[in-house]
């Protein structure tokens, strides 16, 4: 398989970018649209309002490019895109409120995935995201960006325009549910295990 | 360490794992529609410019069109002498070209054979540039 060019010009790879090289950006959308429908999807967006926020963000990156210092991580500047434009679509459409509520309806909207990718995740990680789509979104987003993308506390407060306090206690918040959400299902695992 | 402390770090670890192996679907073609849709954006950005500059260009015509207009209707003096400046200028000249086309025909004719090669070269050299700053955008393919 051929290298891509992030992986064979890393410092040359964001020059690309700002110059508009088409290549470049398709290689760039491939690299994190998977990123982007994660935040999507975990801020409680059906799939076809996902793609059009992705789609969204991926605009804004486009034109957001030149003005990208790269100081912070393209990944943690992608993400911070990405949030904006899902939460302001959550604010146009009246939905905001959803952030923080424990969205017990969002969750049979999200069972929209096919058998096939079904297939594809153990068990116990359909389990955990199960339960983590049973978080308020901005405690489940918390929980997402510290131990799906290993970002910092510090980073997470950029992307999420919080307190550093703040997304704190959406995180021991969002792990302490998880723990009781999650303590039943696992342990019936290791029972079956046995 | 505490038991307490293992089983928190436990849980972190089965957490993160489980947290990387989930995947969303993505449409198969999203890339491409992506592309798709940024060029169209970028071709309309261009024609808005393009549009732009004409409505410019067409709006200073008719403002200078306009300040001329009332110039004449404010200061009528100044604009006839203006005018007339011009035209006995322009007259002048004129006249003046005229009694030397005579000469001019007559030195051609003395020496046309340089006048042929320099008129040959001036027009290959013009075409040249023209080629160069606007081949790629006149070229019909």
Known sequence: ?194 | MSTDKLAQDRFDEMLAQALKRHSEPVPGDFTNRMLRQIREIQEQKILARVTLQQRLALAACFVFGGIVIVAATVFPDIAASVIRSVTVNVTERAESLIDRIPQTIKAFSGEWQFYTILGAVSGFAIYSLVELFIGDRVTIT
């Open chain 1, 1 to 194: 398989m051929a290298k891509k060019i992030w992986q064979q010009q890393k410092g040359n790879f964001l020059q690309l970018l700002r110059s508009g090289d088409e290549r470049a950006f398709a290689e760039f959308i491939d690299k994190y649209k998977q990123t982007v429908f994660l935040c999507c999807r975990s801020l409680g967006l059906r799939q076809d309002e996902a793609e059009d926020v992705a789609s969204e963000t991926f605009f804004a990156a486009y034109k957001g490019l030149r003005w990208y210092s790269g100081q912070a991580q393209l990944s943690t500047w992608l993400w911070s895109i990405a949030y904006r434009q899902a939460v302001n679509y959550l604010r146009k459409n009246r939905r905001k409120w959803q952030l923080l509520t424990e969205p017990n309806e969002q969750v049979a909207q999200n069972q929209e995935r096919g058998p096939m990718l079904a297939a594809q995740h153990s068990e116990e990680a359909e389990i955990v995201w199960a339960a983590v789509e049973r978080l308020p979104r901005l405690w489940a987003m918390a929980v997402i960006l510290h131990y799906r993308e290993d970002k910092s506390i510090a980073d997470i407060a950029k992307i999420m325009k919080a307190r550093k306090n703040t997304v704190k206690t959406y995180l021991f918040r969002g792990r302490e549910r998880l723990r009781q959400l999650l303590a039943a299902p696992l342990e019936e695992d290791v029972d079956v295990d046995r």
